[in-house]
T-cell receptor
Framework: GENVEQHPSTLSVQEGDSAVIKCTYSDSASNYFPWYKQELGKGPQLIIDIRSNVGEKKDQRIAVTLNKTAKHFSLHITETQPEDSAVYFCAAGFNAGGTSYGKLTFGQGTILTVHP | GAVVSQHPSRVICKSGTSVKIECRSLDFQATTMFWYRQFPKQSLMLMATSNEGSKATYEQGVEKDKFLINHASLTLSTLTVTSAHPEDSSFYIC??????????FGPGTRLLVL
């Protein structure tokens, strides 16, 4: 099955700096890569996603890059703010049909702390 | 984004009792919903995939007789933890799939079994 590795496990930055979180995946069949932000005691919130036919996607201060050859993808947050502090999860999924349709495998999570 | 709700948000029960958790997609129809469990400071672990009108598909190691899943309509899936024990205490989160891949998560249910 799919295996997703996420690094770093913790990341501390100063407000205004950039933050980068990296993930690698093992299954070359994976073609969908979402990123989720989870605040304490809440469910994960989708912040951006990318599909394998695209190399980069940007939404305001958030961007995601995908390297299919190397099987890794990254989340970039620019001009970080204290409210960006949360746990971030990457995930990989694929459309295999049947009972595996849309199934996601999550990385271990990164605790991001943005200091004012 | 799409909205997914869960009820209850928090539940405390005695060991040996059963607990039902509801997951609803509020503004879209979801043919597939997913149930996850998350222990403190850990990632989300998929328990089962719930398909409307058919039996759920459970991940390896998840007891289907202990975690009963029902997906009776396109907007509602339920997870029942039967004969709950303290080791079942966890954060249970559902998600609903919209379209081919995108999953939207509920706010989670904190279960504490005494």
């Amino acid at each position: 099955g799919e295996n997703v590795e996420q690094h770093p496990s913790t990341l501390s930055v100063q407000e205004g700096d950039s933050a980068v979180i990296k993930c690698t995946y093992s299954d070359s069949a994976s073609n969908y890569f979402p990123w989720y932000k989870q605040e304490l005691g809440k469910g994960p919130q989708l912040i951006i996603d990318i599909r394998s036919n695209v190399g980069e996607k940007k939404d305001q201060r958030i961007a995601v890059t995908l390297n299919k050859t190397a099987k890794h993808f990254s989340l970039h947050i620019t001009e970080t703010q204290p409210e960006d502090s949360a746990v971030y999860f990457c995930a990989a999924g694929f459309n295999a049909g049947g009972t595996s349709y849309g199934k996601l495998t999550f990385g271990q999570g990164t605790i991001l702390t943005v200091h004012p | 984004g799409a909205v997914v709700s869960q009820h209850p948000s928090r539940v405390i029960c005695k060991s040996g009792t059963s607990v039902k958790i509801e997951c609803r997609s509020l503004d879209f129809q979801a043919t597939t919903m997913f149930w996850y469990r998350q222990f403190p400071k850990q990632s989300l672990m998929l328990m089962a995939t719930s398909n409307e009108g058919s039996k759920a598909t459970y991940e390896q190691g998840v007891e289907k007789d202990k975690f009963l899943i029902n997906h009776a309509s396109l907007t509602l899936s339920t997870l029942t933890v039967t004969s709950a024990h303290p080791e079942d205490s966890s954060f249970y989160i559902c998600s609903a799939r919209q379209g081919k891949e995108t999953q939207y998560f509920g706010p989670g249910t904190r279960l504490l079994v005494l």
